[in-house]
């Protein structure tokens, strides 16, 4: 039985006319026996009476109805005089490349983190800062997956006829498959929508932040029908809410990022046409299949069809191009006047690789890429040089729009390819608001830089030099740094009254490591800078794996990386970025913790008085932890007087002198510094040593006098040394205590303490026998 109805299907197939029934329509038919589809009528009234209840949706705007049914009703329509072709009720998806990563925004990063190298390759930061043109009256609408409203990039950029109404009525709508407006609150089907939507007019990341936002939602999940894709160019057409109300807003543009490749199909040629009527100008992805490939409606002339431009200033390889033949041309068209039977798309470039953009759950951030990205960039370019013409007291026009985008495009690339060039944003609104930049070149010491790397820029022109969105100064020549930014290409944008102009210079990664001496089990600072925007990296210290790490889209990092309890000496530390991927080197050395209560001090001894033209000797004694150790490194400077040296000597391990004569009275006052490295750990210390230098007398009073304070410097001296054998006599009865404990310890343990504490004294004894001889000498000399 069912395969007597197959043949007479095939019979009644063949009877069709396939003018005016689209073949992939029949082959579905012939599959399933009945399917939805499009009929497009030149009288609609004959039309609909023909459909009858089979009808789902009637596009009056458009002389389109949507109906459902077999192949009889086919066959029936087909001889229909009022019906001009059927076709399917085709797919339509989202133009995003599989490939795509989510960022989170950490709550230690600012605003000033997010960067887009495609909102500074179109430069339209420079627009607001230089001319004041941001988007600020401009609607645009979007036709996606949805909206996520409460993400920082989208608050308050939703059109609304009424703030109480939670379903923002005039820029919300939601369509069903068969394109039946659904009652809703703005949401996200996908993530598609948002990413777009913020693109163009993200507070912080879009193109025009000032544009506002009308949104249907026709490609649940990222898919949806071309009946969506039509209620939602009649929505944009003339805006109602989802109970049919008009709500009389008018939108600029519509951005589309959406498309099906490989159709030239004339169902989308009449809600274009409208859309062009009433200047609405339509911009559309191109597609990502490549070379020989085009997307509908990106594909349709009066639309701009964008293609994607990759971050080293080329068409991405997987961008659409193609010499368009269009099958059958409308005889009238109001872009250009008509409809070539061939002409090329896209008709411009525009950045499409890595694109960040807002994603639906707040703080967070998606960075993907496709002819998706491209097309809301151009988007975004189309509202600032509408503003700017609206400045100038113009009302804007599909053509001249079209027109300042031709005239104002960098033409880098084949027009096969690129079509009429990179879209710029700058020399765009320029022209919109009458001023004719004439392009000149700039001079950059290097085009191969690093972070805070010093460059120069000059000019025969006064210019405002910009470091992608970043304004480095004003001048003819401008010596800078190079501000915080990630790998790859970046653009100086030199911009005069009357004069316009940019490098392409490329940023190369490096590192700042803070100490490269560590102590193993403590932190290991460092800094990444210049590395691939939001891309991820490994760190070891040798073999080891000290973290993973996701960056900012600055390529930066600031990272405290606790380290292992390895083996001291000499390690390399890896880095490797997943990106590139990238690999850099750096050593470092790992030595072992120092105790806490090791401590540096010198001990300066020197005779407090003394007389002119004779030597005075000034002893220094080192002292690490309390043990007299050699210094690395000891010298001396004269702060007060300024006497005959003769060096420092070393008179034993630890011990020095130094010898002066002075020839003048005064106060001598000499500092003693020292270091010394203990286990890879420099430490420091000094020493003040005072003598008062003074002319003999020779009076017998002077004698007494003299000989009363040598007497009682001794005296000092002797309860200096009487103090020194109490704590000697209270050191030994610590070694008897000791000896006590460790009576029924090993002889080994018992010999290794008194050895301790004869290395404890020993510093005491030499104190004691260098200040007996100071004060010998000094009893010498005076008698």
């Known amino acids: 039985m069912q395969c007597g109805t197959s043949v007479a299907q095939s019979s009644i197939l063949s009877d069709i006319p396939s003018d005016k029934v689209d073949e992939d329509l029949k082959r579905d038919l012939l599959l399933r026996g009945s399917s939805d589809f499009l009929i497009i009528s030149n009288d609609l009234n004959r039309t609909y009476s023909a459909v009858g209840l089979n009808s789902v949706r009637v596009f009056k705007d458009f002389d389109m109805i949507l109906a459902t049914g077999d192949l009889p009703l086919i066959y029936k329509l087909v001889n229909e005089p009022s019906v001009i072709k059927i076709v399917p009720n085709f797919r339509v998806k989202v133009q995003m490349n599989n490939e795509f990563k989510v960022l989170s925004l950490g709550d230690d990063e600012s605003k000033e983190s997010l960067y887009s190298w495609g909102r500074s390759r179109v430069g339209s930061k420079i627009v607001d800062k230089l001319y004041n043109v941001s988007g600020s009256g401009v609607v645009v609408a979007v036709l996606d997956t949805g909206i996520s409203l409460d993400h920082d990039e989208l608050i308050g950029k939703l059109i609304t006829i009424n703030p109480l109404d939670h379903t923002y009525p005039g820029g919300w709508i939601e369509f069903d498959r068969k394109g039946i407006p659904i009652c809703s609150a703005p949401r996200d089907t996908h993530f598609h929508g948002t990413w777009v939507s913020s693109i163009i007019a993200g507070e912080f990341i879009g193109i025009a932040s000032k544009v506002k936002l009308m949104h249907g939602l026709i490609l649940h999940g990222g898919e949806g029908t071309a009946a969506q894709l039509l209620s939602g160019l009649e929505w944009v057409l003339e805006p109602y809410t989802c109970n049919g109300v008009k709500t009389h807003v008018k939108p600029n543009v519509v951005s589309l990022s959406l498309g099906v490749s490989g159709n030239y199909s004339d169902v989308l040629l009449k809600p274009i046409l409208r859309l062009i009527q009433k200047n609405i100008i339509v911009v559309a992805a191109i597609g990502n299949d490549g070379p020989g490939t085009s997307s509908n409606p990106g594909n349709i002339w009066g639309v701009i069809g964008v293609g994607a431009l990759n971050r080293n200033d080329e068409v991405a390889d997987f961008s659409s191009s193609e010499v368009v033949d269009w099958p059958s041309p409308p005889g009238e068209w109001l872009f250009k006047d008509s409809y070539p039977k061939n002409y090329i798309k896209p008709d411009y470039i525009s950045p499409g690789v890595l694109i960040p953009g807002a994603y639906v759950k707040r703080g967070y951030y998606l960075i993907a890429s496709g002819t998706s990205a491209s097309a809301p960039i151009v988007s975004g370019v189309v509202a600032l040089v509408i503003e700017a013409l609206r400045n100038t007291g113009k009302e804007p026009t599909v053509n001249e729009v079209y027109d300042i985008l031709n005239r104002s495009a960098d033409k880098l690339c084949n027009i096969s390819r690129c079509g009429w060039g990179i879209v710029n944003a700058v020399k ?224 034993s391990d630890g011990v020095y002198k130094l010898t002066y004569v002075a020839t003048s009275p005064g106060i001598y006052k000499v500092l003693f510094i020292a270091e010394v490295e203990v286990n890879g750990e420099v430490l420091k210390a000094t020493a003040t040593a005072l003598t008062d230098v003074t002319k003999p007398y020779v009076s017998d009073m002077s004698e007494i006098i003299n000989t009363w304070i040598e007497l009682r410097n001794l005296t000092y001296n002797l309860e200096r040394v009487n103090y020194e054998i109490n704590k000697l006599k209270s050191d030994l009865n610590d070694l008897n205590s000791t000896l006590t404990q460790l009576r029924n310890n090993s002889l080994y343990a018992l010999l290794n303490e008194v050895l301790m504490i004869r290395v404890v004294l020993l510093p005491v004894v030499l104190i004691l026998v260098i200040l007996n001889l100071i004060i010998i000498k000094g009893l010498k000399r005076r008698y």
Request: proline share 5%; net charge negative; no cysteine.
């Open 428 to 651: 765009a609104v320029a022209q919109a608001l009458d001023i004719n930049l004439n392009e000149l070149d700039i001079d950059v010491n290097s085009t191969r830089v690093q972070v805070l790397e010093t460059i120069s820029l000059t000019s025969k022109y006064n210019l405002n030099y910009f470091f992608d969105d970043l304004k480095l100064g004003v001048g003819r020549e401008l010596i800078t740094t190079v501000p915080i930014a990630d790998m790859g290409y970046h653009f100086i944008h030199a911009v005069g009254e009357r004069t316009y102009g940019y490098k392409k210079i490329y940023l190369e990664p490096k590192i700042i490591i803070k100490n490269r001496t560590v102590i193993r089990g403590e932190w290991l600072e460092l800094i990444l800078l210049g590395f691939p925007g939001a891309s991820d990296v490994l760190i070891y210290l040798g073999s080891n794996l000290l973290t993973y790490q996701p960056l900012n889209l600055l390529g930066y990092s600031l990272m405290r990386l606790l380290l292992p309890y390895i083996n001291p000496g000499d390690y390399e530390v890896l880095i490797v970025n997943l990106e590139g991927p990238i690999t850099i080197e750096e050593k470092i050395y790992v030595r072992e913790e120092i105790p806490k209560n090791i401590s540096f001090k010198l001990v300066a001894l020197s005779p407090s008085s003394h007389h002119i033209n004779s030597t005075v000797d000034v002893y220094v004694i080192s002292l690490v932890d309390g043990k007299i150790q050699d210094p690395t490194k000891l010298y001396h400077r004269f702060i007060n007087g300024q006497p005959t040296a003769s060096g420092i000597s070393k008179i």
